[in-house]
C-alpha cells in the first residue's frame, strides 16, 4: 500500500509527481489547511508536526518533501530519477533538491502573508516587500545555471527538478517573469 497525504497545490505536488513518473499510484488522502484536519490526533500519528507531505510505503511513514524524494529514488534505482553515490552529479543534484526548499521557504512566507491572513490590515508590506526581494535573489542562481541547459543536472530530467516544478510556478505569482527567460523557459 502506498498512501500520500497531501494538501492540494502544496509541497505535496512533489511527491505526487515523482511517484507518477514511477508508474506508482498511491491512495490520497487529502486535507485541507484551513479547516483543522491536519491538526488532528490522528493525523500527528501520521506527522507530528502537522504537515504534509507524509507518504506511507515500504511499512514506514516519511514526512519531508525532499527526504521522501531522496528516499524513492535510492530505494528505486531503475527510474534514474537521480544520481546514485558515487556518481559525479550527486553532488550538484542533492544541492538543487535542498535549494529548492530555499525558494519554498519565501513562497511560504508570502502565502502567509498574501493568502492566509484573514484581514488585510494584518499584512506587512514591510514583510512581503523583504520576502518578494529575497525570492528574486534566490532565483537568481537559477536564472544563470538553466541559462545553457534544459535541466538542473546536465545529464537530463531527475527528481531535482520536480522539486523545483513547484517552487518556479508558484515564484511567477510573486515575482516577473520576465525578469527570468531562462528560469520561464525551464517552467515552461
Known amino acids: 500500500m502506498i498512501r500520500l497525504h497531501a494538501v492540494p497545490g502544496s509541497r505535496s505536488f512533489r511527491v505526487h509527481w515523482l511517484l507518477a513518473e514511477m508508474g506508482l499510484e498511491p491512495e490520497i488522502e487529502n486535507y485541507r489547511i484551513a479547516d483543522g484536519s ?3 490526533d490522528s493525523y500527528r500519528d501520521v506527522n507530528p508536526a502537522g ?6 510505503i515500504d511499512g514506514r511513514t516519511l514526512i519531508e518533501s525532499g527526504a521522501i524524494i531522496e528516499y524513492l529514488c535510492e530505494t528505486r534505482p531503475e527510474h534514474g530519477l537521480a544520481p546514485l553515490p558515487g556518481d559525479a552529479e550527486r553532488a550538484e543534484f542533492l544541492v538543487w533538491v535542498h535549494y529548492s526548499e530555499t525558494v519554498a521557504t519565501c513562497i511560504q512566507n508570502l502565502n502567509l502573508q498574501q493568502v492566509f491572513l484573514p484581514d488585510a490590515a494584518m499584512r506587512s508590506p514591510t514583510v512581503i516587500g523583504i520576502e518578494t526581494r529575497r525570492l528574486a535573489r534566490s532565483l537568481k542562481p537559477l536564472e544563470r545555471h538553466l541559462g545553457g541547459q534544459d535541466f538542473l543536472l546536465a545529464s537530463g530530467f531527475s527528481a531535482a527538478d520536480i522539486m523545483f516544478g513547484f517552487g518556479v510556478e508558484a515564484a511567477f505569482h510573486y ?6 527567460p531562462a528560469l520561464s523557459a525551464y517552467s515552461e
Open 38 to 40: 491536519l491538526d488532528t
Open 175 to 180: 515575482v516577473h517573469a520576465a525578469k527570468f
Open 51 to 56: 504537515r504534509v507531505p507524509a507518504l506511507e
